[in-house]
């Protein structure tokens, strides 16, 4: 097996890979893609019921196709200078990297708060506390929304790390020790915030966060468990005062 370079009379250049065993015949070059130009119409590479397929649509903008048996998982392809896009089988982006900037639109996250009297909350009667908070608002969420305000579970759909948080005023009503909130995975408490309740005023701004391993369908939530009894002790602030929050971090 013999290869050969032809070079341009200015630039590029074809590299031909010619068989031990080789017929006569001719090859026209003339309308050949060179290695340093593609052109700008459409060329595709791979047929649409194999693993791969490269497509070149149209000036600077190219799209590499990973199919398996023809059905399509993902594609990779640019978007103009210094943009380069990883896209879904039906073409929108599920991430860019951009002059720089990486942004992932479709990466789970969601951020909670009360609206009013749900459990949790400094007006929720006898369900201020020892339950799980399930504040009604949703301030926003990207990719689906992970969130169910009838359980207060926040459910994984994609197996990875995520990072719990949580911050707002604790009303001092009823608390006789100290303020507890538990974060949980599957029920079970991985993360416990203490407050000592002495000296404090009516109101206390209280955070806590915390890393989590979760598979697909595990879920969180957050427990209050003021002074570890008593359901009508403390409570959190509504509207502004009070954000939950949960993202999928890799």
């Known amino acids: 097996m013999s290869s050969i370079r032809l070079s341009g009379t200015s630039s590029g250049y074809y590299d031909l890979t010619v068989p031990a ?17 593609l052109g700008t ?13 490269f497509t070149l649509n149209s000036a600077n903008q190219y799209t590499l196709r990973i199919q398996n048996a023809g059905n399509i998982a993902g594609q990779i392809g640019g978007g103009g200078a ?13 991430m860019q990297i951009k002059d720089g ?3 992932t639109p479709n990466q789970p996250m969601v951020q909670t708060y009360f609206t009013g009297a749900q459990d949790g909350a400094y007006n929720a009667g006898s369900s201020r506390n020892l339950v799980v908070c399930k504040p009604a608002g949703v301030r926003f ?3 689906n929304n992970m969130y169910d305000a009838a359980t207060g579970r926040y459910t994984a759909q994609v197996a990875g790390t995520y990072y719990a948080s949580w911050g707002g005023s604790q009303y001092n009503n009823g608390v ?6 538990r974060i949980r995975k599957n029920g079970s408490s991985e993360k416990d915030t203490y407050f000592n309740k002495t000296n404090l005023g009516s109101w206390v701004h209280l955070t806590g966060s915390a890393y989590f391993q ?8 957050f427990y209050t468990n003021n002074d570890s009894a008593g359901s009508d002790r403390g409570g959190f602030d509504v509207n502004n005062y009070t954000n939950f929050a949960v993202r999928m971090v890799g």
Do not use: E, Q
């Not at 065993?21 to 130009?37: C, F, M, Q």
């Not at 006789?176 to 909130?181: D, H, L, P, S």
């Not at 979760?214 to 939530?221: M, P």
């Open 41 to 53: 119409s459409s060329i595709t590479h791979g047929s649409n019921t194999g693993d791969t397929r």
């Open 82 to 94: 210094d943009d380069l896009r990883f896209s879904n089988a039906a073409g929108a982006t599920t």
């Open 141 to 143: 969420y990207t990719g």
């Open 21 to 37: 065993v080789a017929g006569t015949n001719s090859i026209d070059l003339s309308n050949l893609p060179s290695k340093t130009n």
């Open 101 to 103: 900037g990486v942004t």
């Open 214 to 221: 979760l598979a697909a369908n595990d879920y969180i939530d």
């Open 176 to 181: 006789t020790n100290y303020f507890m909130i």
